[in-house]
Structure formats: structure tokens, C-alpha cells
């Protein structure tokens, strides 16, 4: 009795699971076009004026879609420079085939290719934490593609501890997608909220972040999977690139907060900073992890700033 009870439970859940993604999915549609790529297919929506200027493309930490970078810091660059937001393979409406393909390297080389097949040769990359070493990976293997890289709340190198013990569970063969496709979004319903507040202090999550960042679409089991690999693959994979920072030659602005309790700044964008030789970190005492949300005004400069130096210094050297 004990075992079809469980198996009752069980069964109910996953249907309760799959109702959830079609409302999920209803809820938050995608905005972009899609790009197949080699073991991926990945949504990219493409905004602003394209006639002229250097293209900033946005790229998402963990935990969410590009609609984290869109709203307000992606909307306010795109009045006057062409944006291109991607969803990182497995994340909000990009997919991949191999849950297994989560580390900067094999994404790097995804969105290298798909940034190809759109006809952008150069742009500078806008990247927020698990982006970070996204971004330093793109400036290490495909240096001709990134003209520069603002970085915000990065991370860049390895870290004390892990990434929750629940992510550990979901990564893990068999239980993992058992627990990702029964129990995992009916109870994100609690406790996302929750959990994306913390990610803003010391500030304040705004009102209606949620469903304007598409949030729920994490809760969704493959998006699930593919995030748990992603941050429990992330830690040896820093480790195998750290030793090469000091190649990366495009221009780097870094914004990161000093209370920042979700990726230390002391372990990740000083010393970062320190090792890559055309490096300006900025630090504020008051700022938390969501950089893009916190100071888009300030972000917003210093990619202009950017763009404003790396325009001229290529158009000299052609």
C-alpha cells in the first residue's frame, strides 16, 4: 500500500508538472527567432537600429533568460544600438541536446556560431555572473568576435563550497530527473519569489520582476536539468580557464557590488581584474547582485564609454 501511494503520488505529480509547463509556457512565449546551431537551437531576439554602430549582445547568468538582461538595461540600449539578447543553450526558449553541454566553453562556441549566422562579426558582450566566465571564454577562443566585455557581478574563478545541495540531487542521473519532472515546479511556486528576492540585496526586487523576467520558465523541468548542470559543472570549469586571463586583450569594464552575497567580488572580479591587462573595475559599496536592474544608468555609460573608444581605434585601424 505504502509503494502505490508513492507511485499514486508520484504519477499525480507529473501531471500536475505538465499542466504547469503548457501554463508556463502560455504565460511567457517566445519574442525572438530561433538559430540552430551544432547542438543547439538557440531564441534570439534582435532590437534596436542595426544600420549602424557596434552591436551589444546580452547574455543571462544562471537561473534565468534573456529576458533578465532585457528589462530595463537591454530596452534602454536598444534606442540607440542594436541589442541581441540569447537565451544561453537549455535556458527560457533555447535548447540543447546534451543536458551535459553546460560549460563557457561548449556555450562560447554555440553562441560564436549563431552570432556568425546573423552577420555580426564583432560586438561588445554584456555578461551577468554564471556569464561571466561566458564572457572571458569568448574573449579567450574567439578573440576576433569580442570588440570588449563589460562584466557584471562576474563569475571568473573558483569559489569555497558548491551550489546547493539541490542542485547536486537534480544533476544526478535518475533521481535528479525524477524529482526535476514531479516535485520541482509545484514547489518553485512557493519558494521562487523567495529566493529571487534574496538575490537583490541589499536592494529591492522590483515590482513585477517576476513575470516581466519570465522567471517561471526555470521552473520547467529540461530548463530545470539544464540549469543544475550548468552551476554544478561551472566550478571545475573556471578552475581549467582561470590560468588563462592574462591572454585576454579586448577591453574589459567590470561593475560589481561590495554586499553582493551571491557572487563574491573579493573571490571573483578583483582578482579578475588584476590579471587582465586592459581591466577597469568598478565597485560600489551599496550594490547587490542584479547589476542591470540596480544601476542601468550607470551600466548604460559604460558601455557608451566603451563603444565611444573602440569605434574610433578600429575605424583608425582600417
Do not use: C
Amino acid at each position: 500500500m505504502i509503494v502505490m501511494s508513492v507511485v499514486t503520488a508520484l504519477v499525480l505529480l507529473a501531471l500536475v508538472t505538465q499542466a504547469g509547463v503548457v501554463a508556463v509556457q502560455r504565460a511567457y512565449p517566445p519574442q525572438g527567432r530561433m538559430i540552430e546551431v551544432e547542438g543547439a537551437v538557440l531564441h534570439v531576439v534582435d532590437v534596436g537600429p542595426r544600420e549602424i554602430g557596434l552591436p551589444i549582445v546580452m547574455l543571462h547568468g544562471a537561473s534565468s533568460n534573456l529576458e533578465a538582461m532585457r528589462r530595463p538595461l537591454g530596452d534602454l540600449l536598444a534606442k540607440n544600438h542594436r541589442v541581441v539578447l540569447i537565451d544561453r543553450p537549455g535556458h527560457g526558449w533555447s535548447t540543447r541536446a546534451r543536458r551535459q553541454d553546460s560549460t563557457p566553453e561548449i556555450q562560447a562556441r554555440m553562441i560564436d556560431e549563431a552570432l556568425h549566422k546573423l552577420g555580426i562579426d564583432r560586438a561588445l558582450f554584456v555578461v551577468h555572473s554564471w556569464s561571466g566566465a561566458l564572457g572571458a571564454r569568448l574573449a579567450l577562443d574567439h578573440p576576433g568576435r569580442v570588440a570588449g566585455l563589460v562584466m557584471l557581478a562576474p563569475v571568473t574563478h573558483p569559489w569555497p563550497g558548491g551550489v546547493g545541495r539541490y542542485n547536486e540531487v537534480i544533476a544526478t542521473p535518475v533521481i535528479g530527473p525524477l524529482l526535476a519532472y514531479t516535485i520541482t515546479l509545484p514547489l518553485g511556486y512557493f519558494v521562487a519569489e523567495s529566493g529571487a528576492r534574496n538575490v537583490f540585496l541589499p536592494q529591492t526586487m522590483p515590482d513585477g520582476f517576476m513575470q516581466d523576467s519570465a522567471t517561471p520558465l526555470l521552473l520547467r523541468p529540461r530548463e530545470f536539468i539544464a540549469n543544475a548542470y550548468d552551476l554544478v559543472t561551472l566550478k571545475e570549469a573556471v578552475k581549467e580557464q582561470v590560468a588563462r586571463y592574462g591572454e585576454i586583450k579586448a577591453p574589459v569594464t567590470i561593475i560589481a557590488g561590495e554586499p553582493d552575497k551571491t557572487v563574491s567580488t573579493n573571490i571573483h572580479a578583483r582578482p579578475f581584474a588584476a590579471m587582465v591587462p586592459n581591466a577597469k573595475l568598478i565597485v560600489l559599496p551599496d550594490l547587490g547582485h542584479m547589476v542591470q536592474n540596480a544601476v542601468p544608468d550607470l551600466v548604460k555609460t559604460e558601455i557608451e564609454t566603451m563603444i565611444g573608444k573602440i569605434v574610433p581605434a578600429q575605424a583608425a585601424a582600417d
